[in-house]
């Protein structure tokens, strides 16, 4: 049972009944109770505290089993860190492809479609998808002493029955006498002619 301390203060006067009522603001609990309840909380803590201690010491030991068996290496190499070096092996597919402003300066390096564009953009081939055999006609579409120039991004491959060539400038000679089959490159945004009235004139655009 409870030990209790009741202060009463009475002020009597000619009283023939006195009732006694008791304020729990004012009652206090005793010495020995407070210390009674103190060990028996200490008690409880102590239980829980040893109870988290062996359920920590339990994931703990499974834990450094895992890391022992090498299974958490295993596992974190599933995946991608962002702060160190790895090797990535696999298939790995992209909902959305990275980004970078970076260079590379190294032939197994990433780069980004900006820097490929701009090493690219003067390497277009001959016979790239888009591009036909164009047999022109004489004179109303091509003649001899008249420069053309190759607006296409690409090269063209020019095929005359001709001789006397001049591309940018600098001249072909194949056969001062006698006409001859002549087929040559023409760079995107170079000119080209023949001073000879050629034949046949086919270009591949």
């Keep these: 049972a409870k030990e209790l301390m009741i202060k009463i203060v009475m002020e009597l006067s000619n009283a023939e009944e006195v009732i006694l009522k008791l304020d729990p603001s004012v009652i206090m609990a005793s010495r020995d109770y407070v210390d009674a309840i103190k060990v028996e909380l200490n008690l409880k803590i102590d239980a829980l505290t040893h109870k988290y201690d062996a359920e920590f010491k339990k994931v703990w030991d499974e834990f450094a089993k895992y890391l022992l068996e090498n299974k958490f290496n295993i596992e974190i190499a599933k995946y991608v860190t962002l702060a160190t070096d790895q090797d990535i092996n696999g298939i790995k597919n992209f909902t959305k492809l990275p980004t970078s402003i970076l260079q590379a300066t190294k032939d197994e390096e990433f780069t980004n479609k900006r820097?490929?564009?701009?090493?690219?953009?003067?390497?277009?081939?001959?016979?790239?998808?888009?591009?036909?055999?164009?047999?022109?006609?004489?004179?109303?579409?091509?003649?001899?002493?008249?420069?053309?120039?190759?607006?296409?991004?690409?090269?063209i491959m020019v095929y005359l029955i001709a001789h006397d060539i001049y591309i940018d400038d600098i001249r072909i000679i194949v056969n001062n006498e006698t006409r001859e089959v002549v087929s040559f490159i023409i760079p995107s945004g170079s000119r080209y002619k023949t001073t000879w009235s050629p034949s046949v004139w086919m270009e591949l655009r």
């Design 115 to 155: 820097y490929v564009d701009l090493r690219t953009i003067n390497y277009g081939g001959i016979g790239q998808k888009g591009q036909a055999w164009h047999k022109l006609n004489i004179p109303s579409e091509r003649t001899h002493g008249v420069w053309y120039t190759n607006n296409t991004p690409t090269p």
